[in-house]
């Protein structure tokens, strides 16, 4: 990737995002993904952690400890050492990733906003469940609760805007979508996806060794219960 195409910002005075693009794409991610990586494995004595999005990283780094190694500003330093990362970092899908089957019940209860996405697009609840399972999702990123997962991409034929008003509360184990994303609600949370499913899959146990189910660059399939 050529440095002119990368964008920069800061985040407060101990941070700095690096941007690769805009859109939800896999290459896109897996640059991210695979930037963060690099960057973590690094040494740099700075560093306090590396966080990746769809397109981008953030990084957080110790201020004092970069004054007293350099005379540049802490953002010039911060800035040079992840684009000679991203210089030499392939967009090689990462070796340790999994792939998860996710059992759901749709519509009635467990899916609330069935009949809504139904009617935005135009099908019957079997075409929408139908178009939702033909998909393979990728985890793009973790984040607004603790194993929460955004992943796409949904088929245009079923995607449908986030609820106006957001719910106070949304059973764990919901699975919503919004526009063209899909995920699934780890903890009972107030929310504005539209649900349509529900699973019983625990993606959240804080007292297990990995405590979060899904990982950045992970594979999910649903299935119909």
Not at 4 to 16: A, F, K, N, S, T
Not at 149 to 172: E, F, H, I
């Amino acid at each position: 990737m050529n440095a002119d195409q990368i964008r920069h910002y800061p985040v407060g005075e101990c941070g700095l995002t690096v941007e690769f693009g805009k859109a939800i794409d896999p290459q896109l991610n897996q640059r991210a993904l695979a930037v963060s990586e690099k960057v973590r494995t690094a040494g740099f004595e700075w560093l306090i952690d590396c966080v990746p999005s769809y397109a981008s990283v953030t990084v957080f780094f110790d201020l004092i400890q970069i004054q007293n190694l350099t005379y540049t500003s802490a953002q010039d330093t911060v800035l040079k050492a992840v684009i000679d990362i991203v210089r030499e970092t392939s967009n090689d899908p990462a070796e340790n990733t999994s792939t998860f089957d996710v059992p759901v019940r749709f519509g009635g209860d467990h899916g609330p906003d069935m009949e809504t996405v139904c009617e935005h697009n135009g099908l019957t609840e079997t075409e929408a469940v139908e178009l939702f399972l033909s998909r393979e999702y990728r985890v793009y990123l973790l984040g607004f609760l603790p194993g929460f997962a955004y992943m796409g991409t949904l088929d245009r034929r079923v995607a449908t805007p986030r609820l106006n008003n957001p719910r106070q509360v949304v059973k764990a184990g919901s699975v919503g979508i919004a526009g063209r994303q899909t995920g699934i609600y780890p903890l009972d949370s107030p929310g504005g996806w539209r649900i349509i499913g529900r699973t019983e899959l625990p993606l959240f146990t804080p007292h297990e060794e990995k405590p979060v189910l899904f990982s950045p660059g992970d594979k999910v399939r649903f299935s119909a219960v």
